[in-house]
């Protein structure tokens, strides 16, 4: 059996410490803990082939953020009831695990990470966050508007 490895960011549930502390039994290395989106999306530019685990509940999470993760990687949730699953399938979450007891859980998490392809191709380089506002620029977007200030200057001379 090959070991799962995965980022966690559910500070929120009260099963967090028992997740944490009993998935090494199940196979499942948990590698970082994260308290909110920002150290979520530091860690993950750090271990871009790991998987992410996430609660709807992790501080200044957004559907923005969601999408961006999903882009490359495989997002889990972890939902405590059904609205929180609702809200991770809002945001862009395929795959909710509904949290129940902590070993019923890291069970359903490893059987969800073994069930989808542990290899995901990055659109963008290795450890880069595309913004968009870096994209490359084709030919046909360059669109040259003279101005007074590209016109050519008219010859003076001394006086």
Do not use: K, Y
């Amino acid at each position: 059996m090959t070991e799962l490895a995965c980022i966690l960011a559910a500070p929120d549930l009260a099963l967090e410490p028992e997740l944490v502390a009993q998935s090494s039994a199940f196979g499942l290395r948990i590698v970082r803990r994260s308290l909110d989106a920002a150290d979520l999306m530091a860690a993950a530019a750090l271990e871009p082939h790991l998987a992410i685990v996430v609660t709807c509940a992790l501080p200044r999470l957004t559907r923005d953020l969601i999408a961006r993760l999903c882009a490359d990687r495989l997002v889990l949730g972890l939902a405590p009831d059904p609205q929180s699953a609702q809200q991770l399938h809002a945001w862009g979450v395929a795959d909710v695990v509904d949290v129940r007891s902590s070993g019923q859980t890291i069970a359903d998490l490893c059987s969800a990470l073994n069930g989808v392809p542990r290899v995901h191709q990055r659109t963008e380089q290795h450890g880069v966050w595309s913004t968009g506002a870096w994209a490359p620029m084709s030919a046909a977007q360059f669109v040259r508007v003279p101005s007074a200030a590209s016109s050519p200057m008219p010859v003076q001379t001394r006086g």
